[in-house]
């Protein structure tokens, strides 16, 4: 009676409970199937408060300073990429798994990659990328599959952190053919036009190779699932800013060769999903700029700078006009002195306060309480100026130099003392490519 009960619990129940993406029937573009059902085909994920895809709005982003460089792994060996499968539903490449993954980038494991694979519009009509930036869809998308090292595949299923999937967003260029890596790869969709259909492409291009042009530092970052039922909500998922640029005729291909499952069946097409709500999840990235001093605009310092200018200019003519203000300006020279100052970098404003601080009772002495405020709100302004100049910080103070600055930029490198700016075998150059004639 037991093994009766467990023989019908096996057959019932089984198939609902081990869930794979793909295991449910559902489609793109059919009314039966389409994205609209797949709650209903598919409710315990589809459903659910963290889906993917989603619409990226950029003013809304956190910084992270967690979210570093990824560790690639196998991503330049050619000989982990199995095949080239039609699912049906998409164009899937198989990975041996084995030595090949991702590390690193915010992720608290090591992840097998599995899998990439690719969704898409139509032609040129309609894009079909799955997630969008700003309301940005690209042309396509690419996911590069990975599911955690320590997890077996039904574990990875139902963890919140089983998968980390790697979005590329693929941008059509007006050019033919290019890169030559994707003229090779979308060459291979005319062996693979019937559903099932697959193609060795062992040896034949690098995960690298695909994604050539792309910035992999910079990305977003945010939890959500699979944009396929059953829609686990198990994927880190991580969408990189950089796009895949490719020709539009290469991107045609995936819409006008690949068949959903016989040639005389449709093509496949706008295999995307629209994008999900956010329900109070936050997307991260990558802290914009490293240090405050790029944080301000080269535009805002220049006008902080005209200010604090004049203002010591109206000092100056007021070091003319009376003798005692001037007497007192002379012996806070290193405040006054814009060589000395711009040497005095961040590290040497405590040297300049102290030194104003200690003359503070002989110049209340020779100057009306005015002239101190003013010169006051002079080193204020300037102790400010000179916290947010780029100025970088060298080993040697007296080697102060910076970028942007008219007193200390590239144009005065030169008069650096034990300096070898002005040299005759100085970098970078220009290389020049072609013969003469
Ligand atoms: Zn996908």
Redesign the pocket.
């Known amino acids: 009676m037991v093994n009766v009960q467990l023989v019908f619990f096996l057959i019932t129940c089984l198939p609902f409970t081990v869930y794979s993406e793909g295991s449910v029937d559902y489609c793109y573009t059919l009314p039966a199937c389409n994205a609209s059902m797949w709650s209903t085909l598919s409710p315990k994920y589809c459903n659910g408060t963290r889906q993917s895809p989603i619409n990226i709005v950029t003013a809304d982003v956190k910084a992270d300073i967690n979210l570093t460089a990824f560790n690639f792994t196998g991503f330049n060996d050619s000989s982990h990429l199995i095949n080239i499968e039609n699912t049906g539903k998409?164009v899937k490449i198989l990975s041996d798994a084995l030595n090949i993954g991702v590390s690193g980038g915010g992720l608290q494991s090591q992840y097998n990659t599995t899998q990439l694979?690719f969704?898409w519009g139509n032609g040129s009509s309609i894009n079909g990328s799955?997630h969008t930036v700003d309301g940005q869809q690209y042309a396509m998308?690419m996911?590069i599959v990975n599911s955690r090292a320590d997890l077996n595949a039904t574990a990875a299923l139902s963890d919140s952190t089983g998968y980390a999937?790697l979005g590329f967003f693929i941008e059509a260029t007006n050019d033919t053919g290019k890169p030559e890596v994707w003229k090779n790869l979308t060459s291979l969709l005319a062996n693979i036009t019937k559903e099932a259909a697959s193609v060795d492409i062992k040896n034949q291009f690098t995960i690298d190779s695909l994604l050539q042009g792309v910035d992999r530092t910079k990305y977003y970052r945010y939890r959500g699932s699979l944009?396929?039922p059953t829609c686990n909500e198990n994927v880190v998922w991580t969408v990189f800013k950089d796009t895949i640029k490719v020709s539009k005729n290469l991107i045609d291909l995936f819409s006008s060769t690949v068949h959903t499952n016989t040639t005389t069946d449709p093509f496949i097409i706008t295999n995307y999903r629209p994008v999900q709500a956010l329900n109070g999840r936050v997307v991260t990235s990558q802290p914009t700029t490293t240090a405050a001093p790029s944080t301000i605009p080269s535009s805002a310092l220049h006008h902080t700078l005209s200010v604090s200018t004049a203002l010591l200019c109206l000092a100056l003519f007021r070091c003319f006009v009376s003798v005692s203000v001037c007497t007192a300006v002379k012996d806070l020279g290193v405040i006054i002195n814009p060589s000395l100052f711009f040497e005095a970098h961040v590290n040497n404003i405590t040297r300049i306060t102290l030194f104003y601080l200690r003359n503070i009772a002989k110049i209340r002495n020779m100057m009306s309480l005015q002239d101190i405020e003013k010169l006051v709100f002079l080193l204020l302004l300037y102790l400010f100026v000179v916290w947010f100049l780029p100025v970088a910080t060298s080993a040697d103070s007296s080697k102060a130099w910076c970028y942007k600055f008219p007193l200390c930029d590239e144009s005065t490198w030169s008069l650096i003392p034990k300096a070898y700016c002005n040299g005759s075998r100085q970098s970078p150059i220009n290389i020049v490519t072609k013969c003469p004639g």
């Open positions: 998409s694979h969704h799955e998308e996911h999937v944009t396929t």
